[in-house]
């Protein structure tokens, strides 16, 4: 099935409204499904290889339906195929290199790369971003192997090109990564005034308190319709730390306070997790004194960063904001907490 039949097989059963930004993609996503669709020829001595096929790099805001577009690609696809979070992905590449190394390896990018290209033909990333120098070193260079060998890639992102590690240490480093995409992949953007998944929580409750059988049956259930009951770990690396979220997926991210608060987390680990979700639902959120004043600094760092990158907060506390901090050193400065707290619950929050 064409990509455009596929989506217009959605439209007609109502899972998806027509979108002018969205059909204008899809002739790109269904120029890759056509060219994977053909078989690779035999190579031979007077055999010339075919030209590589083009990939397709789909930015633009959260919730215009990149990664349901992807998605919509990725399952017309008939070729030995791989489709990750981009976070998770270079997790992978991380622990395959670390193997390579203890084989004696003296450049360890180029057996996983080659690894890459013998198993799939087509590799999709959800989120494509850049937080972390060690991953800015190694992205160019193994995507320069893929795309040698043929590897088709199709990637979602926040931003263009242009922007990814932007500010980033020795970022002229990455630069040529920048200068690859845009010559080995197609740069789309979805412009869409439409935020679907602002949508899908557009006058819902997002915080519940008290934290009882009624909240957690609630969050359960924003998040299956979130996640579409599809969800996976994602670690995110942070200088050398690691960020655990325990369900993931499509932007939409699910843990506890005790799995972000509850750990030696800082600024930098909130700041890529909120840089890598657009939605975390936070839950079991408790009152907050001077007996767990670590984890209550925590918390309040992790919501200045989920502020100020406009992420959509779902959580369950104890108490109402104004409560939760009532007692012991600080209680002041929680007082902007609350009122960000409060602020986040607006019907227009993050548009």
Excluded at 258 to 279: P, Q, W
């Amino acid at each position: 099935m064409t990509v455009q039949s596929a989506y217009q097989t959605a439209v007609d059963a109502g899972t998806l409204t027509t979108d002018d930004a969205q059909l204008a993609v899809l002739p790109e996503l269904e120029r890759v499904r056509a060219a994977l669709a053909t078989p690779l020829p035999k190579r031979g001595l007077f055999r010339k290889a075919p030209p590589p096929t083009p990939g397709l790099y789909m930015w633009g805001g959260v919730g215009r339906g990149k990664s349901m577009l992807m998605d919509l690609l990725y399952d017309q696809v008939d070729a030995p195929k791989r489709r990750s979070h981009f976070h998770a992905f270079m997790q992978w590449v991380h622990t395959e290199m670390t193997e390579a190394r203890k084989r004696g390896v003296d450049d360890a990018i180029a057996p996983v790369a080659a690894k890459l290209a013998d198993e799939v033909r087509f590799l999709a990333f959800d989120e494509m971003q850049i937080t972390d120098i060690t991953d800015a070193m190694i992205v160019g260079r193994l995507f320069e192997a893929l795309f040698a060998a043929g590897v088709v890639v199709v990637t979602t992102s926040n931003r263009p090109p242009d922007d990814l590690y932007k500010n980033g240490l020795n970022r002229q480093l990455f630069t040529p990564f920048i200068a690859l995409i845009k010559d080995r992949m197609v740069v789309h953007e979805l412009v869409s005034d439409t935020d679907y998944r602002q949508d899908r929580l557009a006058g819902k409750q997002s915080y519940f308190t008290p934290n009882n059988a009624d909240a957690r049956a609630a969050i359960a259930d924003i998040w299956d319709h979130l996640s579409n009951g599809k969800s996976a770990p994602l670690v995110l690396h942070v200088k050398g730390r690691e960020v655990d979220l325990p369900g993931y997926h499509n932007g939409v991210a699910r843990a506890k306070f005790y799995d972000l608060c509850g750990r030696f987390l800082g600024a930098a680990d909130y700041l890529a997790l909120a840089e890598a979700v657009r939605v975390l639902i936070l839950e079991d959120i408790p009152t907050l004194s001077r007996s767990n004043f670590n984890e209550a600094k925590r918390f309040v760092t992790l919501i200045d960063a989920l502020y100020e990158a406009k992420v959509q907060l779902i959580c369950s506390a104890a108490a109402a904001p104004e409560l939760l901090y009532v007692e012991g050193e600080g209680t002041f400065e929680f007082e902007r907490t609350a009122s960000r707290l409060r602020e986040m619950q607006s019907a227009d929050w993050g548009t």
